[in-house]
């Protein structure tokens, strides 16, 4: 086994994420992404709390990617999480797609996979409309304007994911924003 070496949480990321496709997410132990990563478990384990965790590593600074542009952002509360929104696509660059893809294909494939990708955007939608509500917006406007941010991102990345699709996340936001207005009459 490689030890020390530079890159291992990309590489077991990688790694668990092939042997996902390959065998399925109940197919792949984590001694198998270890292995086929050139780690140790203990590695894995540094760098992991278990092998769901590859998949959903890093919701605090996914949140923050929505939040730090929040209170920068001015307006009413719709305003502000739709600008948030629309700075937050910059952490999906399109050399990000395949993976992205790839990782949609695996959490598909699994209904408790797709039951923790829910509970990550509810907590996006809660972190959201609890940063409006601790700035004095009233708890259904907060949770209005965060849902429908939140709804406009999920169905964006989407399309995004999509097999041919080549328009940035950005662009797309903005169709399914001007969607989302077109049915409010606004």
Do not use: C
Not at 33 to 54: M, P
Not at 70 to 88: C, F, K, P, T, Y
Not at 101 to 117: F, G, K, W, Y
């Amino acid at each position: 086994m490689v030890r020390w070496e530079g890159g291992a949480r990309e590489r077991l990321q990688a790694a668990a994420l092939r042997l996902f496709v390959e065998r399925g997410y109940d197919g792949t132990t984590v001694a198998d992404v270890a292995d086929a990563a050139g780690l140790t478990e203990r590695t894995f384990f540094r760098h992991f709390t278990d092998k769901r965790d590859v998949l959903f590593a890093g919701q605090e600074e996914f949140e923050q990617s929505y939040l730090e542009p929040l209170a920068r952002a001015e307006g009413d509360a719709m305003s502000r999480v739709l600008a948030a929104v629309d700075a937050a696509a910059a952490r999906f660059p399109d050399e990000r797609r395949p993976w992205s893809r790839l990782r949609q294909t695996v959490i598909d494939a699994d209904p408790r996979l797709r039951e923790r990708e829910l509970l990550k955007l509810s907590l996006l939608s809660e972190a959201i409309a609890g940063r409006l509500r601790a700035e004095g917006v009233e708890p259904v406007p907060a949770a209005l304007a965060a849902e429908n941010g939140v709804a406009v991102f999920r169905i964006a990345f989407a399309s995004w994911i999509a097999a041919g699709e080549t328009r940035s996340l950005q662009d797309l936001q903005a169709e399914v924003l001007a969607r989302l207005r077109s049915l409010l009459g606004a």
